[in-house]
T-cell receptor
């Protein structure tokens, strides 16, 4: 059974139209991460939640926001998607410093 | 700054051969390293990890070697199979209290039958 579930798997949005990507987990891990992965590149950490504490990476654009309403769910909000935001968005979970487990990703297309 | 890089972008092998994927890291303070396998259209899948107090760790058909002297990490896959074809990323942990992964650039492994 999947430990990390991401919905939708494919998302198409228009330039400037807000979009929300969803991640849920079945393991109750306290840390949830969001990564951006562009084609043929390594995943790049955007931010993470340690319990309820939000931790933003210094180079993450303000256009990207996140919410974690409870332990199981975490959302990535892109307020005004640009063409450069087209990528695979990966959610991962972890328990403290333990190994991260990744979801299948959501591929975002911006028209 | 921190960086993790790979020597080869693409590795082509024949089915049944042993594969070796290499990775160099620059942060000598890193104490935890992980190898992930990523198939096309999927998220990274954990393969094996190693802590800095070890030189070698073995899993099923995979071995990770860590050479702290030269800051080098390698993944060895025995009897490579077509299903092993994927992009392999090494990553080091740069976080404290949580796992902040710094990924290498990735190596594409192509296995021919």
């Amino acid at each position: 059974d999947a430990m990390v579930i991401q919905n939708p798997r494919y998302q198409v949005t228009q330039f400037g139209k807000p979009v929300t990507l969803s991640c849920s987990q079945t393991l109750n891990h306290n840390v949830m991460y969001w990564y951006q992965q562009k084609s043929s590149q390594a995943p790049k950490l955007l931010f993470h939640y340690y319990d309820k504490d939000f931790n933003n990476e210094a180079d993450t654009p303000d256009n990207f926001q996140s919410r974690r309403p409870n332990t199981s769910f975490c959302f990535l909000d892109i307020r005004s998607p640009g063409l450069g935001d087209a990528a695979m968005y990966l959610c991962a979970i972890g328990r403290g410093t333990d190994t991260q487990y990744f979801g299948p990703g959501t591929r975002l297309t911006v028209l | 700054g921190e960086s993790v890089g790979l020597h080869l972008p693409t590795l082509s092998v024949q089915e049944g051969d042993n594969s070796i994927i290499n990775c160099a890291y620059s942060n000598s303070a890193s104490d935890y390293f992980i190898w992930y396998k990523q198939e096309s259209g999927k998220g990274p899948q954990f393969i094996i990890d190693i802590r800095s107090n070890m030189d070698k760790r073995q899993g099923q058909r995979v071995t990770v070697l860590l050479n702290k002297t030269v800051k080098h990490l390698s993944l060895q896959i025995a009897a490579t199979q077509p299903g092993d074809s994927a992009v392999y990323f090494c990553a080091e942990n740069g976080g404290t209290g949580f796992q902040k992964l710094v990924f290498g650039t990735g190596t594409r492994l192509l296995v021919s039958p």
